[in-house]
C-alpha cells in the first residue's frame, strides 16, 4: 500500500508495469511442451472458420482464432498476444487438438545449400 495525499493508503497492487495478472504457466496448467505438432517460430497457423461456441477456451485461445482468420506465423502469434513462444506453442497445441486450426510447417526441401550459403556469406564480406 501506498500513502496519496491527504495521509490516505491507496490500494494500488497492480499496475500497467506489473505485467500479465495470470502467469504463462498458469495459462499452460503448468505444461511446457504442445500435446501435439511442433510449431517452428515459422510455422503458419490459420483458424478454421467458422469457429464453433466453445466454453472451454481461454481467452487467450479466443484471441489466436481472431488473430489467426489470416495465416500468422507462431512468432507473429506469441508477439500479437506479448506472451512467450513457449507459451504459445502449447496454447495452439491445445487448438490443434481440438481441431481448431491448421498449421502450414516451414518445407525442408527448400533449406537453400551450403555452397549457395557460402557464396552468399563471401559476397556479403566482400561488400
Known amino acids: 500500500m ?8 491507496e490500494d494500488a497492487w497492480y499496475d500497467q508495469d506489473a505485467g500479465p495478472v ?13 500435446i501435439r505438432g511442433q510449431f517452428d517460430l515459422i510455422s503458419l497457423v490459420v483458424a478454421r472458420w467458422p469457429v464453433p461456441q466453445r466454453s472451454d477456451l ?9 488473430l489467426c482468420r489470416q ?5 507473429e502469434v506469441a508477439a500479437a498476444l506479448d506472451l512467450p513462444v513457449g507459451t504459445v506453442r ?14 502450414h510447417e516451414p518445407s525442408v526441401l527448400n533449406v537453400p545449400s551450403e555452397d ?5 556469406l563471401a559476397g556479403l564480406r566482400a561488400l
Open 71 to 75: 495465416p500468422l506465423s507462431v512468432a
Open 2 to 9: 501506498r500513502t496519496g495525499a491527504g495521509g490516505r493508503h
Open 90 to 103: 502449447v496454447l495452439l497445441g491445445d487448438l490443434l487438438d481440438a481441431g481448431l486450426i491448421d498449421t
Open 58 to 66: 481461454t481467452p487467450e485461445q479466443s484471441e489466436i482464432l481472431v
Open 22 to 34: 495470470v502467469r504463462p504457466y498458469a495459462m499452460t496448467r503448468g505444461r511446457t511442451q504442445p
Open 116 to 120: 549457395l550459403l557460402e557464396a552468399v
